[in-house]
């Protein structure tokens, strides 16, 4: 799960950017860490600026500071050139030629109330500032929609033919599943990773195949974790999907399975990814 400092990290990571962290003191000698980022959009030809505050009582005047002082955020990247262009042509982009476009991004774990937002936005209006607040409530709501729903058992064999593109269809329609290729993360323990989403996700979704049914290895091992969550729980975790086996088939594998209504990947992958978001949402 994302912490409020990963999703304003990953934000925009795709530009050009550079970043300081302060820490900024009140009168009351409360303290709170800071983080402003000015990127560099090359194709608008514009700089931005992102800020990041604590979960701090200070949350607020530091956003009022950088809307009053936006020279203060901008002073990040000054002294720095960067220079774009693609290699072996002429083409030459000075960051120095890059006008400061206004928008700023305010990210806080802190809930700002209703008021406390309309207070920084009639003052970023007032001083020309086009502002953008992320803070708690909607960091709440990023990281809600970055839990996997839905954990997606197959063997790798499948991918190319049908598992890659229901994942991805299943994501187009805000339905998001652990899947190795979008969840597996450099370095880290396979094992582990794969338990955390077994564990944690809603429904798991077996791809059931001439593949999956004769591999003795990982998919084994993820199927066996399935039905023991199914015991443990007392309630239907398992989405089965037929891709390509017949009832004999999944009967020499599990008898139980034939006991759960599947879905047959011949009806096509946007088909099955909308059946199966209706069944993921299912509480019943």
């Known amino acids: 799960m994302a912490t409020p400092r990963e999703i304003f990290d990953k934000d925009n990571s795709g530009y050009l950017s550079v970043q300081n962290d302060f820490e900024i003191k009140n009168g009351a000698g409360i303290t709170a860490s800071v983080t402003v980022r000015v990127s560099l959009d090359i194709n608008a030809g514009v700089r931005y600026v992102s800020i990041y505050i604590d979960d701090c009582p200070l949350a607020v005047s530091a956003i009022a500071h950088y809307i009053r002082n936006p020279n203060d955020a901008l002073?990040?990247?000054?002294?720095?050139?960067?220079?774009?262009?693609?290699?072996?042509?002429?083409?030459?982009?000075?960051?120095?030629?890059?006008?400061?476009?206004?928008?700023?991004?305010?990210y806080t774990a802190a809930r700002l109330s209703q008021g406390e937002k309309d207070e920084v936005e009639k003052l970023a209006t007032q001083?020309?500032?086009?502002?953008?607040?992320?803070?708690?409530h909607y960091i709440a709501?990023?990281?809600?929609?970055?839990?996997?729903?839905?954990?997606?058992s197959h063997d790798s064999r499948d991918k190319e033919k049908f598992v890659r593109e229901l994942a991805s269809t299943l994501q187009k329609m805000l339905c998001t599943v652990w899947y190795d290729e979008f969840s597996l993360i450099?370095?880290?323990?396979?094992?582990?990773?794969?338990?955390?989403?077994?564990?944690?996700?809603?429904?798991?979704?077996?791809?059931?195949?001439?593949?999956?049914?004769?591999?003795?290895?990982?998919?084994?091992?993820?199927?066996?974790s399935i039905f023991t969550r199914e015991i443990l729980e007392k309630k239907n975790v398992v989405i089965p999907i037929w891709h390509g086996v017949t009832k004999e088939e999944v009967y020499e594998y599990c008898p139980r399975l034939l006991d759960r209504v599947a879905l047959q990947s011949e009806i096509g992958v946007e088909e099955v990814a909308r059946k199966l978001v209706v069944a993921i949402n299912y509480e019943g």
């Open 186 to 224: 450099p370095g880290a323990s396979l094992r582990e990773s794969i338990e955390t989403g077994l564990k944690k996700c809603k429904k798991c979704v077996l791809i059931l195949s001439p593949n999956f049914i004769g591999n003795g290895g990982w998919t084994k091992a993820e199927f066996d």
């Open 127 to 136: 001083n020309g500032i086009l502002l953008v607040i992320r803070d708690g």
């Open 75 to 106: 002073r990040v990247a000054e002294g720095i050139e960067i220079i774009t262009g693609f290699h072996g042509t002429s083409e030459k982009i000075p960051s120095s030629t890059m006008k400061f476009s206004g928008r700023m991004f305010a």
């Open 141 to 152: 709501q990023r990281i809600l929609m970055q839990s996997p729903l839905a954990f997606i």
